[in-house]
T-cell receptor, first 116, second 114 residues
Framework: EAQVTQNPRYLITVTGKKLTVTCSQNMNHEYMSWYRQDPGLGLRQIYYSMNVEVTDKGDVPEGYKVSRKEKRNFPLILESPSPNQTSLYFC???????????????FGNGTRLTVT | GNSVTQMEGPVTLSEEAFLTINCTYTATGYPSLFWYVQYPGEGLQLLLKATKADDKGSNKGFEATYRKETTSFHLEKGSVQVSDSAVYFCALRLNSGSARQLTFGSGTQLTVLP
């Protein structure tokens, strides 16, 4: 089954304790992206990657890091989490071949992060 | 800059009622327009799209028409079901090939009562 898998689904942590949220897709998609979803703000893009070893900042990259060492994986790293990073996070991927800019995004089921 | 404005929710309807969720946009250039749906506990999934003016996207009984003159892409369904309860996001993507240019609205929560 084609899917984007995020782990964990729920995470509670304390300020300053480094964490990683994993994301993996099995569709051989070139493009991957991280979003955060907050009430009244919709989805905002954190980072994206056009392909292996190619990453770029989205609209709200501060406090986050990513890496793309393999095509299927795109982990999100919070080196020193703060309470304002409490949010619902989504990883997504997209096929970039052909008219990739009109292909749909495939989303994971989300990771709800609470930073106290 | 580019932006998407959706009607504020939550929207509560009875089963078989008519649904409209308004969406308007501002964009530099000629965007493609999308509606995504998020069911409880899940990620977003594409519901329908339209890539040029006057195109109509449709899926699962939902429709939306790309109106360039009013910069709108309102979502409609003639008879909603309880299973349509979800959050609906309008989004735009500039036809420039830039990977950053997918902009989402704030989402509209729909609850359908039996």
């Amino acid at each position: 089954e084609a899917q984007v898998t995020q782990n964990p689904r729920y995470l509670i942590t304390v300020t300053g304790k480094k964490l990683t949220v994993t994301c993996s897709q099995n569709m051989n998609h070139e493009y991957m992206s991280w979003y955060r979803q907050d009430p009244g703000l919709g989805l905002r893009q954190i980072y994206y990657s056009m392909n292996v070893e190619v990453t770029d900042k989205g609209d709200v990259p501060e406090g986050y890091k990513v890496s793309r060492k393999e095509k299927r994986n795109f982990p999100l790293i919070l080196e020193s989490p703060s309470p304002n990073q409490t949010s619902l996070y989504f990883c997504a991927s997209r096929d970039e071949s052909g008219q990739g800019w009109n292909s749909p995004l495939h989303f994971g089921n989300g990771t709800r992060l609470t930073v106290t | 800059g580019n932006s998407v404005t959706q009607m504020e929710g939550p929207v509560t309807l009875s089963e078989e009622a008519f649904l409209t969720i308004n969406c308007t946009y501002t964009a530099t250039g000629y965007p493609s327009l999308f509606w995504y749906v998020q069911y409880p506990g899940e990620g977003l999934q594409l519901l329908l799209k339209a890539t040029k003016a006057d195109d109509k996207g449709s899926n699962k009984g939902f429709e939306a028409t790309y109106r360039k003159e009013t910069t709108s892409f309102h979502l409609e369904k003639g008879s909603v079901q309880v299973s349509d309860s979800a959050v609906y996001f309008c989004a735009l993507r500039l036809n420039s090939g830039s990977a950053r240019q997918l902009t989402f609205g704030s989402g509209t929560q729909l609850t359908v009562l039996p």
